[in-house]
């Protein structure tokens, strides 16, 4: 890319009135997420929620959908952690959180989409991560949650082109990355770097961000880049895509970011991808529970 267009891009960005700040409990709900799970305060997370009535609220209205089958709705958010573990409320408040900093209007983008395709590759990493053995797994659920941030960005700061980009996508059934790159001369990566710039994510995040479509580019945090890649892959191979269907053949092994990931796990190759991938279509189905209840709709799937 040139310098021009990371220019008009940052400039792009930083101009957007409607520019998402960061939710200000984010961060530390991040952080949160981050420490090992017996080492979280769960005052500490009440407290933190406290400060965003909308979110707690939110938050207790997706704790009380069926979806948990609850047999008593929480009340308090302390209630809700111990009806539905720490882990659990977190993924819903972090979800609410960033679907708070980008109200759906008229996306480019289905929002339900998006968020299903975020979430179900979060889900998809930490498994991944866990299967790994010696990663982060929760690091690597951010990292599947953001990495697509971008597309959020591009659906605000360049709503047109980005509406062209999904229509070719559509008609030729390929990768929006490619359509973005031969409408628009830059994808969602590129934006997606500038608002993680502007927000100060940490560099792993950023890398995951700008390079999950070309791990091999990342400069640091590869492996975790790379582990965003092939997570991604999977989930669009499996009807968690953008909606709709991509006409290319995927192979895992053969992919740059595969022998990235080899060089850092050794037992790589142990993975039986066929049962992996079955596997993973469990945490597929309780993603699309947890999306159309937050979200609502019913976009089909792909
Ligand atoms: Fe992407
Ligand atoms: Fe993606």
Redesign the pocket.
Known sequence: MTTSIAATIRERVARIETMPSIPAIFIPLLELLNLPVERVKLDEVVKLVSYDNTIAAQCLRVASSPLFGLAKSPESIKGAVISLGLRKVETILLTCCLSNAFPAKSWALDPTLFWRHSLGCAMVCRKFSDKLGGGDGDKAYMAGLL??IGLLVSCIAFPKELTAAFALANQEQTPI?EAERTTMGFT??ETGRALAEKWHLANDMLQVIAH??APEQSEGAQPLVALVHLS?LLCRMRGMGYGYYERRRVDWVADPAWAILQKEHRNLDGIDLVRFTFEMDEAIEEVFGLVSTIFGGTAARN
């Open positions: 990495h697509d990355e969602h990566c999950h479509h991604d």
